[in-house]
């Protein structure tokens, strides 16, 4: 029995084993998919709130780079205006010379604004830019000849050259400024379009993300669920099968062991009472015979040695149903069919065996008496092949509403956690089917303690002789 | 001389019948009854008065210990012997505690009975050799194992004596008659011994003496 319910719980192992298996990948696979949207969601929004961020700044910077440039621009425009002015109008000459060095120095801020205006150039404002330019150079060319005119010159042409020449120039240069002014907004409204384009790409995104994510979730929380309520029925169905599989294993075993019972007392009652007082009364009749016919040896030769086959037989019987189920048992009572045992067993094995029952009566419910005696048999058993006691003491008290064995040895005992037997497990078995505790203590090396109590209330006494 | 008047009790009528055959063989002994089992042994030894009793053990309705203290407590001049199968100690002292005064084993009975028959007439006990060797090898067994001293050295010979006569089946008056003593003393006597032996009743110390192998 043992071999085929070791290879059973493989098979069951292995089959749960691979089940957990595929159970366990796809929940990894789930969760571990869930996860990994929600990181990389998580690392795109990073990622994206960092290139708004930055673009803003850029498209600001620039923005005000350039309106400072084009602002510079304008006011040398105004200052060139005033410098050129003044230098005309100046007489002295040392004084005009510092406005034409002032000029001078405008003109070079202007390149210098021009440059760096140039550097951060969008495509849309290359023309107006150009232009911007041409003017600039045409503004400056017109002016250029003025450094050379003498004091006549100057007071003769200035007023003309700086109403026909030099305004409209400038003002139409101030126009162009106004425009690529006017571009330079243009193209800040279409940087913070572009980052709202951006940011909705990336709302998108997340929300594409977050949607995807909370679908698995579902999903996963709803497969998850239907197969643990799957797990739990399945477990609840198989625990109930189990349960019920034990009870009918214990009444089956309980019937068993009555069965065997009975049937022990059947056959020992069989071999004492009827082969062994048929082989009595044949030893009877042998000495009839012998004293019918009392001179002839040759006759009570064949009587004698009938006599001891006859003996011999008697005595195998004898001890053949004592074996089976001792008759004390059934004829004395408890007490009387223990000490037996333990007086057997020390003439077999040198064991001093104790018995202290006083307190028990004789008239002991059948199958109370029965388990105590196999419960005894079977710990003497233990004692004598697997202990190695010197000494065991059995006790057994009886009090109104229950009965308590104890056996004590002073064997090499064994750890009671794990060694557990199929005797043990027998013993156990017919004291919890009447309704009783079972406990063993033992330790190496400290001997072994047998306590069982048995409740005597659901047992109405029975006369038994 | 009156013969032996003897009731035989057994459910099997083959050991009856042999039983009869070898009792009826002595001019001095005669069967008065059969019963078959316990019940009937005790009506029948309460009509036939019978001076004997040979008993089964195991028998139906009521067994042969049952019917011994019945048949006893109701005529205590009825001797019982057993006659059993079972040569255990439990079923000896059972025997005695219920009245019994001998106790044969069935497959010496051809060899033991009438010598029972006749110790039990003389108001002895008697106890099948078999019988007396295992109680006495028991004895010894567990003498050895407790390592006890043996109780016997302390009795005086005097105690010895009464003892012996007491394990045989007499009365304490039978005991002051034979020694010549008084009833008194001779209580006081069997009170010291019982204490000395640590035994309680006259049974156990029949039982005694015969493990001690004082009585055969």
Not at chain 1, 164 to 184: C, H, K, M, S, W
Not at chain 1, 189 to 201: A, P, S, V, Y
Not at chain 1, 361 to 368: G, I, T
Request: with cysteine; net charge neutral; hydrophobic share 40%.
């Amino acid at each position: 029995m043992e071999p085929e319910e070791t290879k059973d719980t493989v098979v069951f192992k292995r089959s749960g084993q691979s089940l957990q298996w595929g159970a366990q990948l796809v929940l990894l696979a789930s969760f571990g998919g869930m996860l990994g949207l929600m990181l990389l969601a998580g690392i795109d929004s990073l990622r994206a709130l960092r290139q708004v961020q930055s673009r803003n700044v850029q498209i600001r910077q620039t923005f005000l780079l350039r309106n400072r440039a084009l602002e510079e621009i304008r006011s040398a425009l105004y200052q060139s205006g005033t410098f050129t002015r003044d230098y005309l109008l100046e007489r002295d000459a040392e004084r005009a010379e510092t406005y034409r060095a002032s000029l001078l120095k405008v003109r070079g801020e202007m390149d210098a604004s021009l440059f760096r205006y140039s550097q951060s150039l969008d495509a849309g404002e290359q023309a107006p830019f150009s232009a911007l330019q041409a003017r600039i150079a045409d503004y400056w060319k017109v002016l250029d000849p003025i450094s050379h005119w003498d004091a006549k010159e100057k007071l003769a042409r200035s007023d003309a050259f700086m109403h026909q020449e030099l305004f409209p120039r400038r003002a139409t240069t101030l126009e162009i400024a106004d425009r690529i002014g006017a571009v330079n907004e243009q193209e800040l409204n279409n940087g913070d379009e572009r980052l709202k384009t951006i940011f909705d790409q990336f709302r998108f995104r997340l929300g594409l993300m977050l949607g995807i994510t909370l679908a698995i979730g579902a999903l996963l929380a709803v497969a998850t669920t239907r197969r643990i309520l799957h797990l739990a029925r399945d477990a609840d169905l198989r625990y109930r099968q189990a349960a019920l599989a034990q009870g009918k294993l214990k009444e089956l075993s309980a019937r068993l062991v009555e069965a065997q019972e009975q049937e022990r007392r059947a056959i020992s009652r069989e071999l004492h009472d009827e082969i062994g007082q048929s082989l009595s009364a044949l030893l009877m009749e042998l000495g009839n015979l012998g004293a019918v016919a009392p001179g002839d040896a040759e006759l009570r030769s064949h009587v004698e040695s009938i006599r001891k086959l006859a003996e011999g037989s008697v005595n195998v019987v004898r001890n053949m149903a004592l074996l089976l189920r001792p008759s004390m048992l059934d004829d004395l009572g408890l007490v009387p069919a223990l000490q037996w045992q333990a007086r057997e067993l020390s003439k077999r094995t040198g064991m001093a065996v104790t018995v202290d029952a006083d307190s028990v009566a004789d008239d002991l419910p059948e199958d109370l008496k029965t388990c105590i005696y196999r419960v005894v048999q079977e710990a003497l058993h233990n004692c004598a092949r697997h202990a190695f006691a010197r000494s065991v003491r059995i006790q057994v008290v009886q009090e109104s509403r229950r009965i308590r064995l104890s056996v004590l040895d002073d064997g090499q005992g064994f750890d009671s956690t794990r060694t557990r037997g199929l005797g043990l497990l027998g013993m156990e078995e017919r004291v919890t089917h009447l309704g009783g505790r079972f406990q063993l203590q033992s330790e190496p090396g400290r001997g072994a303690r047998l306590h069982i109590e048995i409740p005597l209330a659901s047992h109405p006494v029975e006369a038994v002789l | 001389m009156n013969p032996v008047r003897i009731l035989l009790a057994d459910d099997h009528t083959v050991m009856r019948n042999g039983l009869r055959l070898l009792l009826e063989r002595q001019p001095h002994l005669q069967v008065i009854g059969e019963a078959a089992d316990g019940r009937q042994a005790v009506a029948l030894s309460d009509t036939a008065n019978p001076d004997v009793v040979i008993m089964d053990i195991g028998m139906p309705n009521m067994n042969g210990i049952e019917a011994t203290r019945q048949i006893v407590s109701r005529n205590p001049r009825t001797a019982v012997a057993i006659l059993s199968m079972h040569s255990d100690e439990s079923y000896v002292i059972r025997a005695l505690k219920a009245g019994a005064r001998a106790y044969l084993l069935k497959d010496s009975a051809e060899t033991d009975l009438l010598a029972a028959v006749r110790a039990l007439t003389e108001g002895k006990s008697f106890f099948s050799p078999a019988i007396s060797r295992i109680l006495v090898e028991d004895y010894m067994r567990q003498l050895e194992s407790r390592g006890a001293e043996d109780t016997y050295d302390l009795l005086t010979n005097r105690e010895r004596e009464i003892l012996q006569l007491l394990a045989e089946g007499r009365t304490n008056k039978e005991v002051a008659n034979l020694l010549n003593l008084s009833l008194y003393t001779v209580e006081t006597h069997r009170t010291h011994i019982l204490q000395k032996l640590n035994l309680h009743s006259v049974p156990e110390l029949i039982l005694y003496a015969v493990r001690k192998g004082i009585i055969v």
